[in-house]
């Protein structure tokens, strides 16, 4: 069996991801690359790809996260029919 990855991926308003480094504020450490700051949080898993709508705090996607995790996590305990 296949391991099940999810994760969340940071995206900019264009919704490419975005792999810069972020401030608190979150805005990027460094000015001059570019970035125009994160927009949204989209939960990704290897088996169904964009999971939920994308959010725009990473704490809900976060929530999102756990709870897609869970539902494989139930599947695997179901007994095969």
């Known amino acids: ?33 570019g970035c125009t700051s994160r927009a949204r949080y989209q939960v990704m898993c290897s088996e169904h790809g964009a999971v939920a709508e994308p959010h725009g705090l990473r704490e809900l996607a976060e929530s999102t996260q756990t709870a897609h995790c869970n539902d494989h996590a139930a599947a695997l305990a179901r007994p095969a029919a």
């Open 1 to 33: 069996m296949a391991r099940i990855r999810i994760w969340i991926d940071p995206q900019h308003r264009d919704g490419a991801v975005c792999e810069h480094a972020i401030a608190p504020s979150r805005k990027p450490r460094d000015p001059k690359v």
